[in-house]
Nanobody
Framework: VQLQASGGGSVQAGRSLRLSCVAP???????????MGWYRQAPGNERELVAA???????NYADSVKGRFTISRTNARKTMSLQMNSLEPGDTAIYYC?????????WGQGTLVTVSS
């Protein structure tokens, strides 16, 4: 079972991108109960949490993206999104969406975001 992530690309610093993550049919019926988030991994670095949103809608952000990124979810569409504004070269990474349901975790395939100065 894999989440479907999309929306990556190459942009210049200061521009915006929006990532989306759709739950597959096998877990779409429990989408409302999923705690979800976005992670990223830059070359040579460990995977890190960027933003998270609980099933009840509580959000949490890495300090490096606070005020620039916004995570949201649309339960009716089984979709989670990450709006990324004022992108910086340091945001360059592969972004992965993640979902947790009880003891089970699910990942997306990763989408590449490249920010040039």
């Amino acid at each position: 079972v894999q989440l479907q992530a999309s929306g990556g690309g190459s942009v210049q610093a200061g521009r915006s991108l929006r990532l989306s993550c759709v739950a597959p049919r096998t877990i779409s019926s429990v989408f409302n109960t999923l705690d979800m988030g976005w992670y990223r991994q830059a070359p040579g670095n460990e995977r890190e949490l960027v933003a998270a949103i609980t099933a009840s809608g509580t959000t949490n952000y890495a300090d490096s993206v606070k005020g620039r990124f916004t995570i949201s979810r649309t339960n009716a569409r089984k979709t989670m999104s990450l709006q990324m504004n004022s992108l910086e070269p340091g945001d360059t990474a592969i972004y992965y969406c993640h979902a947790k349901w009880g003891s089970r975790t699910y990942w997306g395939q990763g989408t590449l975001v490249t920010v040039s100065s």
